[in-house]
Every structure is written in C-alpha cells, then in structure tokens.
C-alpha cells in the first residue's frame, strides 16, 4: 500500500513538473510570437521618429506628419502603360516613387531616367517598388516605349490635378517643385527629394529603406 501510495506521489509530482514545463514554454512562446509581430511596428516607428536607423542618414526631406495620398475611384478604371486596370488599392501593395509634371519635359524625363537606373540596381527589392508618373501629358507614345513598366495617371485631368494636388508642399505645387516622392505601402507620402539630390544618394535612401521596413 505504501508504495502504491509512493509511486501514486511520484507520478503526481512527475505530471505537475511536466505541466508547469508545459505552462512555461506556453509562456516563451507567446512572448517570442508577440515580439515576433510588434518588433517591426516598433521598428518603422523609429525609423519615421529617428530618421529610420540611428547609423543612417536620409538624403530626403521627411514628411511630419506623414500625408495619406487619396487615390479616387475615377481612376479605376484608368489603364497603365500595360493595359493593366488600376486599382484604388495602388498604392497599398509596394512602395511607390513618384515623378509629378505637367508635361514631362527634360527635367521630368531626367528624374524618369535616375528613377528607372535606381530601381533596377536594387535587385532582390525591384518588385517592391514601383515607378509612377502623374502628368497632364496625353501623347506618352515614346514615354511608354522607353518605359514600359512605369505607370503613367494621365487622365481625367480635373482627377489628376486634384491627385497632383495632394503632394503640394509648403505652398510650392508639386508640378512646379521637380521633387520625386516617396509614399509608402500604407499609402502615406513620406518623404521627398528635390532635384539637389544626386542619383546615388538616392538610391542609398532607398536601399536602406527597403532593407529595414518589413512593409511592401
């Protein structure tokens, strides 16, 4: 009988360690899965407050507080250089850089060109951005030739002008500022670059943004 009783006290002490092994790994893992999905929040945060990364440096100009770009449902049913129908989810899937003109001409050409050269040089992160172009501009024959995978928003023109309106900064229209733009998967425009900024610092803008921003 006592060691009935003995090995019963065994076998209860044996299945409350293994229970409290049990609760404890229960605990680590919900601590590692919510570090696991609040680290990168936390991350951006600092990267907006602190310019991304305490060893960076941004070329651009930060936008405070970040700008929500509206893209209206007109623009559904607009067609990018591939024929592809826009969605009004444009710019929640990738990070977009935007060139803004009037009539794209030399200046405007040129950022197009940089723009293209940058994407291309960021190799495993190209498709987690995009090139659009928002422009008056009806004849884009040779644009479309030489940039095929650049989406262009052409029309209708009271939409584009409202849509080019929303990236106005400090009382300077963003037809007239020659600045490339940045906005990101959330559809906020972040950041901006005048046309001071040299290619390659840029694209070192870029590159660091993609590596430290689990978004897009």
């Not at 999905?37 to 407050?49: D, E, G, N, S, T």
């Not at 422009?135 to 029309?155: A, C, F, S, V």
């Amino acid at each position: 009988m006592r060691l009935e009783n003995k090995l019963l006290e065994q076998h209860q002490a044996s299945t409350s360690d293994s229970e409290k092994q049990q609760q404890k790994k229960g605990r680590l893992f919900l601590l590692a899965m919510v570090v696991f999905f609040a680290a990168p929040i936390v991350l951006v945060m600092a990267m907006y407050r602190f310019d991304w990364h305490p060893k960076g440096q941004s070329y651009g100009d930060l936008i405070e507080p970040v700008v929500p770009i509206k893209l209206t449902e007109v623009f559904q049913d607009v067609k990018t250089t591939d024929t592809t129908v826009l969605s009004k989810m444009l710019w929640h899937d990738k990070w977009s850089a935007i060139i803004i003109a009037d009539q794209c001409e030399l200046t405007c050409q040129t950022r197009l060109h940089d723009a293209r050269q940058i994407h291309a040089s960021l190799e495993k992160d190209m498709k987690r951005l995009q090139r659009v172009l928002i422009t008056h501009q009806q004849d884009l024959g040779d644009l479309q030739k030489k940039y095929p995978d650049l989406i262009i928003l052409n029309q209708p023109s009271a939409d584009i002008a409202a849509l080019a309106q929303q990236f106005d900064m400090n009382g300077v229209s963003a037809y007239a500022s020659e600045r490339v733009y940045m906005v990101d998967p959330l559809g906020n425009l972040m950041l901006s670059y005048s046309n001071k900024v040299k290619p390659v610092e840029m694209r070192k803008d870029w590159a660091r943004l993609l590596k430290y921003s689990w978004a897009g």
